[in-house]
């Protein structure tokens, strides 16, 4: 072993938001060079704070009203939310099964 080696070392940990999706704004499409794929970028109002998400989709699975969960992290000033990490929140005690009915 070389010396100082510390091992496999994870990077920083990611934040985690989660909260009602109030509002959502869509810009693009972008193109930054020849043979890229055009990637939309959504700004999402999550309880007040603003939260940058890129795709390729024009819309989004989720909207306004949904609870959202999602990972982040901040790049420059900005809050950027991971790729495939933005999800509706699943409760539970909202769905019930089709035994319950009869």
Do not use: C
Not at 48 to 64: D, F, I, K, P
């Amino acid at each position: 072993m070389r010396k100082g080696y510390q091992g496999f070392r994870k990077g920083k940990k990611k934040s985690q938001g989660k909260g009602i999706l109030e509002a959502i704004n869509t810009d693009g499409p972008h193109k930054e060079w020849l043979g890229m794929p055009e990637y939309y970028i959504h700004t999402l109002t999550v309880d007040g704070e603003n939260y940058n998400y890129l795709s390729a989709e024009q819309t989004l699975e989720v909207v306004v009203g949904d609870m959202v969960v999602f990972r982040y992290e901040v790049v420059g000033g900005n809050r950027r939310i991971d790729k495939r990490s933005l999800g509706k929140t699943i409760d539970p005690s909202q769905y019930q099964s089709p035994s319950d009915d009869a």
